[in-house]
């Protein structure tokens, strides 16, 4: 079951838990009355050699009002199913059941009261248990797969609840991010996310806007440059004037396209429901010609002819086909939590198995999201490239600059510096070993007349790689290159896919060169890149218009629209709330090499789920001709009783073949 209720934010259970609670108390009381119920039906009374040893005056009524309840209270969501069902023009699953349950009920009635001076068989057994096995199965269905989407909710989060505005003395104060309104001033600290939309005033420092855009290395930001609300501030502080707030945010834009991107997501009812469709089809029709044949055409009394139509439409609605489906989706969500990967969206995770298109992020997916050497390069002197990287990572430790943590993690044994001075905006200096030594940006060689001209350089940046340089003395001994690390797993990742014959692309918010270095590493189909994050599931829908059954995956706010609008969004664990709620499949183990494995579960699971469709839907291809009196010249119609053995064999083999699933 796919549940799509509202959500509130904070403590709150949310509507897909409190769903889950209710059909399980409906469960447990219709079990409970079903006993009695099975107890006082003549029918099985008679089946179980009783006779009328245990009837009583007033049994009768006494069954009508147990069933009643659990005809009511029971089978309640059945029937709201059924209106939304056929308000929607998709009659499924419940209409199947709400059309035997109601049947059943409405037909034993009129026989317990003798209305209309109609006597026959009662089914209030039938209905009661039929009842208790949809409950069942619907309840663990709902329990295995997690529940519907807070996006909204999650991308609040990522902004701060509180802004340091600088009131009008010039004091700061805390006030509530709603309070915040275009014009004010807010000051942001080191390590703080950003409230809002604006353009800083004063201060400079680097902000991380890979999570919001997709762009990998950290932004310098500094004076008349603009910053976006959500993303995180580096080792200095800022004062930002605030532009766009609440509807007009990034942020905001962002949920709208994921609310639309959810809202048209298409509306592909899973396999049970297009069963069930067919099911209520030729139930109706089923008892329709039943009723006919034998009132008009054979001149039997309306009494039988009545008997045998109802007798077909309960019959059409077997047990077996209730739990078809939810044990297989059970089994299987088991499975996949085993392998690491959780599935909110059932249809979508059945779609995996025909997908032709797997497109993946960069950032954070593909790649690791963080700055990591990728190599070093010497240039001139006596420092071979390992002491070029030493030096390096000894003065950049006393740094908070991202690009400095990147080159200190990469050295396990620095040296000891003396003099350490930070050289702002260009690079950092020290001495060490009596020389001194200085770790720098391109601009500063420029500034200074330095000359670093070299081929492999040009190359290390014609991949969007960020290069430093390292000088001792005076002389540029060497450079050291950056980039976000590509995933040891997603060789591997891609490779599998490509032997299904999937096509597998990458659409980044990052720069064309990055993109393209990444890309030939791993030998990519196609790539988007500079792709803005309110464009991104255009992209997909212009994929998808190729005729291809795309998934998407990614892991930050920028990627929410796109996984919200393939066919199947599959978010990295480790990514943002946001990512997380606006995907259908979430990889806990942050691998893309999973991608493979959720179509390889997906493809056997919609196996498993046809072999039980065919197994329950057998029983009716016997049944109905039977219970429809096609034999009744040879003497042969299918009894209440021989309909109910063969319809608890159904069930037994249909619970037994969801098992070896796992094998």
Same mark, same amino acid.
């Given at each position: 079951m796919d549940d799509t209720g509202g959500h509130h934010a904070g403590g709150h259970a949310s509507h897909h838990e409190m769903m889950i609670a209710d059909f399980k108390r409906r469960l447990l009381v219709s079990l409970v009355l079903t006993i009695p119920i099975l107890i006082l039906s003549p029918m099985l009374q008679e089946w179980a050699g009783f006779g009328d040893t245990l009837r009583f005056p007033g049994d009768l009524v006494l069954l009508f009002l147990l069933s009643s309840v659990v005809f009511f209270y029971g089978g309640y969501p059945f029937y709201r199913g059924l209106y939304d069902e056929l308000k929607a023009r998709r009659p499924g699953m419940m209409t199947l059941i709400g059309v035997a349950i109601i049947n059943a009920y409405a037909y034993s009635t009129v026989v317990v009261f003798a209305l209309f001076g109609i006597s026959g068989m009662i089914f209030y057994w039938e209905l009661a248990t039929l009842i208790d096995v949809m409950l069942f199965g619907h309840w663990m269905e709902m329990r295995s797969v997690m529940g519907a989407s807070r996006a909204l909710e999650e991308l609040a989060h990522l902004m701060p609840s509180v802004a340091h505005k600088v009131m009008p003395g010039g004091d700061l104060g805390d006030v509530p991010l709603e309070d915040i309104k275009s014009g004010d001033r807010v000051v942001v600290k080191p390590g703080e996310r950003i409230p809002a939309d604006g353009v800083v005033v004063d201060g400079a420092s680097s902000v991380d806007e890979s999570m919001v855009t997709g762009e990998s290395r950290p932004v310098e930001r500094e004076p008349a440059d603009e910053v976006i609300g959500g993303s995180l501030n580096g080792e200095g502080s800022l004062t930002v004037e605030v532009q766009k707030t609440g509807k007009d945010s990034f942020i905001s834009q962002v949920i709208e396209l994921v609310n639309e991107a959810q809202a048209a997501k298409?509306?592909?009812?899973?396999?049970?429901? =297009?069963? @069930?469709?067919?099911?209520?089809?030729?139930? /109706?029709?089923? %008892?329709?010609?039943?009723?006919?044949?034998?009132?008009?055409? !054979? *001149?039997?009394?309306? !009494?039988? @002819? /009545?008997? =045998?139509? #109802?007798?077909?439409? &309960?019959?059409?609605?077997?047990?077996?086909? *209730?739990?078809?489906?939810?044990?297989? &989706?059970? #089994?299987?969500? @088991?499975?996949?939590?085993?392998? $690491?990967?959780?599935? =909110?969206? =059932?249809?979508?995770?059945?779609?995996?198995?025909?997908?032709?298109? &797997?497109?993946?992020?960069?950032? *954070?997916?593909?790649?690791? $999201?963080?700055? %990591?050497?990728?190599?070093? #390069?010497?240039?001139? %002197?006596?420092? %071979?490239?390992?002491r070029l990287l030493r030096v390096a990572g000894s003065l950049e430790r006393f740094s908070e600059h991202p690009i400095a943590k990147a080159i200190a993690k990469a050295v396990a044994d620095p040296l000891p510096v003396e003099d350490f001075a930070s050289i702002p905006g260009k690079g950092v200096r020290g001495t060490i070993e009596g020389e001194e030594a200085l770790v720098v940006s391109p601009g500063y060689l420029r500034e200074q007349g330095l000359d670093a001209g070299d081929g492999q350089i040009a190359r290390l940046s014609s991949q969007g790689k960020t290069v430093v340089y390292v000088i001792l003395g005076r002389e540029v001994c060497g450079a050291i290159a950056l980039a976000d690390v590509i995933r040891e797993e997603s060789q591997e990742a891609i490779a599998t896919l490509k032997e299904h014959g999937i096509r597998c692309m990458m659409l980044t918010g990052d720069k064309q060169e990055v993109a393209a270095w990444v890309a030939d590493e791993l030998g990519l189909y196609e790539v988007f890149a500079e792709v803005l994050p309110q464009e991104k599931a255009e992209k997909i829908k212009e994929i998808q218009s190729r005729g291809f059954l795309v998934a998407m995956v990614g892991d930050g706010v920028n990627d929410a629209p796109a996984l919200a609008q393939a066919d199947v969004g599959i978010a990295i664990g480790a990514g943002t709330d946001v990512a997380l709620e606006a995907a259908d499949i979430i990889l806990v183990k942050n691998n893309p090499a999973d991608v493979a494995s959720v179509i390889g579960l997906g493809r056997a699971t919609y196996r498993k789920m046809v072999q039980n469709l065919l197994w329950a839907t057998g029983y009716n291809a016997v049944a109905i001709p039977l219970a429809a009196g096609v034999l009744y010249g040879a003497g042969i119609l299918l009894s209440p009783a021989v309909g109910a053995f063969l319809m608890s064999l159904s069930t037994i083999i249909v619970a037994v073949n969801a098992q070896l699933l796992k094998y």
């Open positions: 298409s509306q592909t009812q899973n396999l049970a429901d =297009r069963a @069930a469709f067919w099911l209520t089809i030729i139930a /109706l029709s089923a %008892g329709a010609i039943t009723l006919v044949a034998w009132y008009a055409l !054979a *001149g039997s009394a309306f !009494a039988f @002819a /009545l008997e =045998r139509s #109802v007798t077909v439409m &309960v019959i059409t609605c077997p047990h077996a086909l *209730g739990l078809a489906i939810p044990l297989v &989706v059970t #089994v299987s969500t @088991a499975l996949a939590a085993r392998q $690491g990967f959780l599935i =909110r969206n =059932r249809t979508a995770f059945e779609n995996a198995r025909n997908l032709r298109a &797997v497109v993946f992020d960069k950032t *954070g997916t593909l790649t690791e $999201g963080q700055f %990591g050497v990728t190599e070093t #390069v010497q240039l001139a %002197g006596e420092c %071979g490239e390992d």
